[in-house]
């Protein structure tokens, strides 16, 4: 099956930019704060890691994507590692976002 490669939603390109470029977010009430950060957890790949125990992982990235940066993959790899979760690593050299789709050599 599919996953994301992305760690947190907010990371991946600019889909969620506001989170680290409003500069009121630091000087908001905390309890309003938590509350706003909430409604994005549900898009922490990384906490969900332990879910995949049992289930083999081959993870593979372009090495020159720009959408999800291959350190995001690299990280998630070493998150599901700490879970217990196998995991096959490959990141395709001179390869963007879409790489499948783009000129073969």
């Not at 506001?18 to 630091?26: F, W």
């Not at 976002?97 to 783009?102: A, E, F, I, V």
């Amino acid at each position: 099956a599919s996953a994301a490669g992305w760690i947190r939603k907010e990371y991946y390109g600019d889909s969620n930019a506001l989170n680290h470029h409003d500069h009121a977010l630091p000087h908001t009430d905390a309890a309003l704060r938590a509350i706003f950060e909430s409604t994005v957890v549900d898009g922490y790949a990384d906490a969900l890691a332990p879910n995949l125990g049992g289930i083999p992982v081959l993870a593979r990235i372009g090495a020159a994507d720009q959408s999800v940066p291959p350190w995001q993959q690299r990280r998630m790899c070493r998150v599901l590692e700490e879970a217990g979760v196998a995991v096959e690593f490959d990141e395709v050299a001179g390869k963007e976002h879409w790489w499948w789709d783009s000129k073969r050599e």
